[in-house]
């Protein structure tokens, strides 16, 4: 009997821990911040509470949806990686259909939140980011090409628009550069996990980087990447939509990635690339607590 076929029975609270682990929520969480910051960021004083609130709920449910047909539609490769083979679908604890099920639920319900108390325009921005994240990153580039973290990457850069959408109903140049900061910091983030689990993804048949191209070319490809997303960084403070706090946060961070960027190219250090993967989850999320304080310190800029 197969891992699809077979059926483990758990307590409740065991079956919701599983059902939980569909939602990916550290991944959700970091998203979450990034769109709560793009809503701060949308306007010079507190977004609207009730803005937020619905915001925030509703992009939680849809990204948790997209994260469970993503645990769906992997469950092959992921019974194949040592990082992955213990999910909910490949131990058979969840089966496809009740997961399909959970991800339709989440996923109608955030939707429903955001058309009805937040805005058309954000629910619309959010199915088609998820869409792409869930659907054609997952099914198609991810089995296709070694680009696909670079190419897929805007789906999961897109959460600080979202936010900036609820609050505003529109599209602004300032949205769009912070997508691009997450856009730019995407590729050498999980090329760093790729280079660590390559042989994961060589014995699932997934044509990451490493496993196409080698080792050595992947580490400079985070090199190069990550000279284009520390120039990428500064944009808010030459375009003025950031100060001088940001400048001296976003340098600081900028240094300690870029020293373990060298680590990882110069290759001496077999820890360098899981610890380089590690500090990068830790650099967003602080670069962008940075933007929202120096948002709020406007006596400072």
Known sequence: ????????????????????????????AVMLLTAIVGMCLATPEFPPIATLISATVGIGLMASGAAAVNHVMDRNIDAKMAR???????????????ALLFAAFLSLTGITVLIIWTNLLTAWLTLGALTGYALIYT???????????????????????????????????????????????????????????????????????????????????ILLYTVL???????????????????????????????????????????APMSMFWFSVKYIMWLFVVLLVDHYVIGLH
């Not at 992955?84 to 009740?98: M, N, V």
């Not at 940001?246 to 990882?264: D, E, S």
Request: aromatic residues 10%.
């Open 1 to 28: 009997m197969n891992s699809s076929q077979q059926r483990i029975f758990h307590s409740p609270l065991a079956l919701c821990r599983d059902y939980l682990e569909l939602c990916k929520l550290r991944v959700v």
């Open 84 to 98: 992955t083979h213990r999910r909910p679908l490949p131990q058979g604890k969840i089966d496809e259909k009740r």
């Open 139 to 221: 099914m198609l580039l991810k089995r296709a090409t070694p680009l696909n973290i670079v190419i897929g990457g805007l789906a999961g850069a897109a959460p600080p628009l979202l936010g900036w959408v609820a609050v505003t109903g529109n599209i602004e140049p300032d949205s769009l550069l912070l997508v691009l900061i997450i856009f730019a910091w995407t590729p050498p983030h999980f090329w760093a996990l790729c280079i660590h689990k390559k042989d994961d993804y060589a014995r699932a048949g997934v044509p990451m980087l490493p496993v196409t191209h080698g080792e050595h070319y992947t580490r400079l490809q």
């Open 229 to 271: 997303m520390v120039l990428t960084t500064l944009f808010p403070f030459m375009t003025g939509m950031s100060g001088v706090i940001y400048l001296i946060g976003v340098t600081l961070l900028n240094l300690r990635f870029f020293q373990w960027a060298i680590r990882v190219y110069l290759a001496s250090d077999s820890t």
